[in-house]
């Protein structure tokens, strides 16, 4: 028997509501299900219901369903009903929302800010950016309206990021891992038993050093997406001494703010070139790809999808079966 205190947690909902911007609930299902894994939780593929999104929840034997509504005004709320356990529903809880009382670290200028692009998109390329910034690049930054890439629209994010170029100059350094380079250095990490987030941290560590290298600048600051051991780890390899604070919501900060910009910017031309290509139109995201990922297969043969996916996917399995 379910106990009363039990009942009131469980059919409890959070809900606030989004300032500026209303982020979407795909983008939120992704910046929640980053959280969720990195306290060793397992995330179900996102589904559709009505008025808002659910997905499967796992840990150690135990599973259940969260869902979240947004209504027309923008309000958040969380459904905890269905992950039917009180323990799990007040620590995932504290995960998510939680999290949003955190304050992101003030850095000292001079910083390098770096961020990821591609990461929960089928297709195309993994782009890392990392961008020098001082105090006085700060300011022109900001008037420039550099802000969150999620938070603007891919024209913005074009715009905006030929902007944050004049302003830095040289300082930057972009990345690309192409998806047939992508799917091979995947399958390298996951022969030596590391997951997506070693590959992340070995992107990183490649982007903001070669900044680093023209700067001489050692302080990084990333937004947080793996335990601290996991860059620890990368730059043990390293014979100069860095810096690096991680902090969720990292994009707050200018630095790493240009960097998603960037980031986003070069995935967007590297998606459209992918599409001129092979002359289909490949979405974006992960959620709404499978249509175009059979027609893809259905024109080209299985063997060439590598060339234009991230074969780990559980949309491949789905195609292909």
Request: proline letters at 2%; aromatic letters at 10%; hydrophobic letters at 35%.
């Amino acid at each position: 028997m379910v106990s009363i205190k039990m009942r009131q947690v469980l059919n409890r909902t959070s809900q606030f509501k989004q300032t500026g911007d209303i982020l979407p609930l795909q983008q939120l299902y992704q910046t929640i299900r980053e959280k969720l894994q990195q306290s060793e939780y397992n995330v179900g593929e996102l589904k559709t219901i009505n008025f808002g999104i659910q997905f499967l929840v796992s840990q150690a034997g135990w599973s259940g369903v969260l869902r979240i509504y947004q209504n027309k005004k923008g309000v958040i709320k969380y459904d905890y009903s269905q992950l039917k356990s009180n323990v799990q529903a007040q620590k995932i809880e504290q995960i998510i929302v939680g999290e949003k009382e955190k304050t992101v670290y003030d850095v000292d200028f001079p910083v390098i800010g770096c961020d990821e692009s591609g990461k929960g998109d089928y297709f195309g390329p993994l782009v890392c950016a990392a961008v020098f910034v001082d105090e006085q690049t700060s300011h022109a930054l900001q008037a420039a309206g550099v802000r969150d890439s999620k938070a603007l629209t891919d024209n913005r994010i074009v715009e905006t990021a030929s902007a944050i170029l004049k302003i830095v100059k040289n300082n930057y350094k972009v990345t690309v891992l192409t998806p047939p380079e992508y799917n091979t250095k995947y399958k390298e990490f996951s022969d030596n038993r590391k997951n997506l987030n070693g590959l992340l941290a070995w992107l990183h560590v490649q982007t903001f050093s070669q900044v680093s290298k023209r700067t001489g600048c050692r302080n990084i600051f990333l937004d947080r997406f793996a335990g601290e051991h996991v860059i620890s780890d990368v730059l043990s390899g390293h014979d100069k001494q860095f810096h690096v604070i991680q902090q969720f919501q990292g994009e707050q900060n200018i630095a790493v703010a240009a960097a998603s910009i960037l980031a986003r910017a070069r995935y967007l031309v590297e998606m459209k070139k992918l599409s001129e290509t092979f002359q289909i139109e490949l979405p974006k995201g992960a959620t709404t790809v499978l249509g175009a990922a059979r027609r893809f297969v259905k024109k080209y043969g299985k063997d060439h999808l590598q060339e234009v996916a991230k074969l780990h996917f559980k949309t491949t399995r789905d195609v292909l079966k």
